[in-house]
């Protein structure tokens, strides 16, 4: 008998390897799951099989890098500009409840303050953005006065993590008379993975909200949670076909009545609609989405290799990105749930935790999902539509004169002369919420601003001992 080639003996003994590791995995999930107190045990058990899945993609290869070559900016086909859908007659209210009446909105609302330096105990959906109102009040208002406008029944949904799950539901009970019905869920959480064992780094299921071995596995995990919630088959059940997902603290992602009537009257065959706009300097890190092997596909700043990322932030090359506004098919959903078919690329993170252990977590984006739907394509929309308040000197923005407030609609001011908003950049001692606002008591007219820099003047003599040479400079920060 010829001798088995090394090459071919090598891919023998890695497959058994694997084979081993999946093995082990599933022993110490088993486990996991077996430590699980009663009541939970079979939400839980869903939730590994879940991660399950997930880890086996990986272990698998499918987070393997794209081939850059055959990345395709969207043709005509995929990309379809806002100004050419049709405009829906504010006049016709009977028609419009028809639309609002299949009408799901769904607001991702698992995010911390940590970004404007809050810490744990305060969720993104309750810092104040405007006047007295939070981002959740802000979003309330907005669905209840479209209920209330066409006499039609719009509910909210909140995919929550165990970080805000229990402040949310405390801000919620002012809103017992609101004339909205608000459905809340929680998304997965996963075990963190140890890199020298590659198995998960907790052995049990207690504790999980203060445990740092557990993480939610990115919003990409929205599918499978909304289903095994039941909220998915409790809104079908009530007649709704279609949902609208976005960021809570994007506070330009307000219902689009032509996008909705676009979806509506085409019979849901665009199961899938993600909304992108022109990128600026400010969005070079953003996903994008690209044509890849004839489908369309979200590529994530995480995904792409180190020598292609100047390319990736090229704005010539990428001329849009996601603004992670989407709609989609609720029956469709559903059916690629309950196959198994609904595929996202795994997003691996490197993470070291307090106690010095390098950890791995496995993620995915819920715009990923968008390879799967039949009919699927972009809306290129206007700016307004992405709004995000993700530091403060976003939230001076849209505190400032720059926006009105009116229904829970947050809009430019017709008295700005410009389209593009300013371009704001405050230093270090700015970025917590506390000391923003200790500096900036009063918010400035920024009604004609362009650009605004502002540092500490104390740090700026020390580190400039010689003035550099400016002749060729276009722009300094």
Same mark, same amino acid.
Request: charged share 25%.
């Given at each position: ?134 981002f959740l009040d802000i979003t309330m208002a907005q669905i209840e006065n479209l209920n209330e406008k066409y006499g039609v029944s719009v509910p909210l949904v909140l ?186 690329? &795994? ?5 070291? @935790?307090?106690?010095?252990? +390098?950890?791995?977590? #496995? /993620?995915?984006? $819920?715009? *990923? ?19 995000? &308040? ?5 939230? @001076?923005?849209?505190?400032? +004169?720059?926006?009105? #407030? /009116?229904?829970? $609609?947050? *809009?430019?001011?017709?008295?700005r002369q410009f389209p593009s908003t300013p371009l704001i950049k405050l230093g270090p001692d700015f970025k917590r919420i506390q000391s923003f606002l200790k500096r ?38």
């Open positions: 008998m010829a001798p088995t080639p090394a090459k071919d003996r090598d891919r023998t003994i890695s497959m058994a390897a694997e084979e081993e590791i999946m093995s082990v995995l599933k022993e110490r999930l088993k486990e996991i799951s077996n430590k699980t107190p009663v009541d939970k045990q079979e939400n839980v058990k869903k939730e590994l099989d879940n991660f399950y899945r997930l880890y086996g993609k990986w272990r698998g290869g499918i987070t393997d890098e794209l081939i850059w070559d055959k990345i395709r900016p969207l043709p005509e086909s995929m990309l379809q500009g806002y100004s050419s859908l049709r405009k829906v007659d504010e006049d016709d209210h009977e028609g419009i409840s028809r639309l609002l009446n299949k009408l799901v909105v769904l607001k991702l609302n698992g995010g911390l303050g940590t970004g404007m330096g809050l810490g744990s105990a305060c969720p993104k959906s309750l810092i104040r953005v405007r006047e007295e109102s939070t995919m929550n993590s165990l970080n805000t799950d229990s402040e949310t539901g405390n801000a919620l009970k002012k809103y017992k008379g609101a004339n909205v019905e608000v459905l809340t869920y929680l998304q997965s959480y996963y075990p963190r993975i140890e890199r020298e064992t590659l198995l998960p780094y907790v052995k049990d299921y207690q504790n999980i909200d203060s445990n740092e071995g557990w993480y939610p596995p990115g919003h990409g995990d929205l599918y499978e949670s909304l289903y095994n919630s039941g909220v998915l088959d409790k809104l079908i059940e009530k007649g709704k076909e279609i949902i609208f997902i976005s960021n809570i603290d994007n506070l330009g992602a307000t219902v689009d009545l032509n996008i909705l009537s676009h979806i509506v009257k085409s019979g849901c065959q665009s199961q899938f609609i993600a909304e992108v706009t022109n990128k600026t300097r400010a969005d070079v890190k953003g996903g994008t989405l690209i044509e890849y092997n004839g489908c369309v596909k979200l590529l994530e700043y995480a995904q792409v290799p180190k020598e292609k990322v100047d390319d990736f932030k090229c704005v010539k090359k990428f001329k849009i990105f996601n603004t992670n506004n989407l709609w989609i098919s609720l029956k469709a959903i559903k059916e690629r749930v309950v196959t198994g078919t609904l595929e996202r690329d &795994v997003i691996v993170n490197h993470k070291a @935790l307090d106690d010095g252990r +390098n950890v791995i977590q #496995l /993620e995915t984006a $819920v715009g *990923a999902a968008i390879k799967n739907f039949s009919g699927a394509f972009a809306i290129n929309v206007p700016r307004s539509r992405f709004l995000p &308040v993700k530091h403060t000197s976003d939230l @001076l923005l849209v505190m400032s +004169n720059l926006y009105n #407030l /009116e229904d829970g $609609v947050i *809009a430019m001011s017709p008295d900036f008591q009063t918010i400035p007219d920024l009604l004609e601003l362009d650009h605004l820099t502002v540092i500490n003047y104390n740090n700026l003599t020390p580190r400039f001992q010689t003035i550099p040479d400016l002749l060729e400079l276009d722009h300094l920060t």
